[in-house]
């Protein structure tokens, strides 16, 4: 069965770089399909923020792509994400997910909350 | 971007009653690329439907959906307690995919 987990810092300054990894098991990252990352402020609703394919191809949302960076570590069987200049308003649990072809979304991690505060 | 804007915002009915909960997009949605997804508190979304009809693995079939261009629904036939939760639709149509604010099923 494939799993997801998220893993990173729970606490992030203002202006520094939010960095989370997602550790797959039950399936090699590098055998197909996309992975992605998608966030949930407190009490509001879902975004996607981007996925990557294993051949290296990726893309984001339009509204974060100048900050988004999306990795995958083969090798590790992970991948990860990173986003630069952070403000309150990243605040938010992150989930990363099996991206299917760039549609839907059919197995998730856990998610893990990340605030942004001095 | 597509807007999506699920509706009623909080339902509220007892077990064993019907539900239907509703998604429209600003503009239409190609193909039928609509999935449905399922969130308790605490926990990831799981999702339910693809395809604007087609169940995941393993969701049972008293979950159904309906729907083409801008009008989209989800029905539970007959609610089981564990069926209490934040229900999300997401459109896969068109770049960026965009998730709808959610409806939140409450035990009447």
């Known amino acids: 069965q494939v799993q997801l987990q998220e893993s990173g810092p729970g606490l992030v300054k203002p202006s520094e770089t939010l960095s989370l990894t997602c550790a797959v098991s039950?399936?090699?990252?590098?055998?197909?399909?996309?992975w992605g990352w998608i966030r949930q402020p407190p009490g509001k609703g879902l975004e996607w923020i981007g996925s990557?394919?294993?051949?290296?191809?990726?893309y984001y949302n339009p509204s974060l792509k100048s900050r988004v960076t999306i990795s995958l570590d083969t090798s590790k069987n992970h991948f990860s994400l990173r986003l630069s200049s952070v403000t309150a308003a990243d605040t938010a649990v992150y989930y990363c997910?099996?991206?299917?072809?760039?549609?839907?979304?059919?197995?998730w991690g856990q998610g893990t909350l990340v605030t942004v505060s001095s | 971007e597509i807007v999506l804007t699920q509706s009623p915002g909080t339902l509220s009915l007892s077990p064993g009653e019907r539900a239907t909960l509703s998604c429209r997009a600003s503009q239409s949605v190609g193909s039928n690329s609509l999935a449905w997804y399922q969130q308790k508190p605490g926990q990831a979304p799981r999702l339910l439907l693809f395809?604007?009809?087609t169940r995941a693995t393993g969701i049972p079939d008293r979950f159904s959906g309906s729907g083409s261009g801008t009008d989209f629904t989800l029905t539970l036939s007959r609610l089981e307690p564990e069926d209490f939760a934040v229900y999300y639709c997401?459109?896969?149509?068109?770049?960026?995919?965009?998730f709808g604010q959610g409806t939140k099923l409450e035990i009447k």
């Open positions: 997401q459109q896969y149509g068109s770049s960026p995919r965009t």
């Open positions: 395809g604007a009809s």
């Open positions: 997910a099996r991206d299917v072809g760039t549609t839907y979304f059919d197995y």
């Open positions: 990557m394919y294993h051949s290296g191809s990726s």
């Open positions: 039950g399936y090699s990252i590098n055998s197909g399909y996309y």
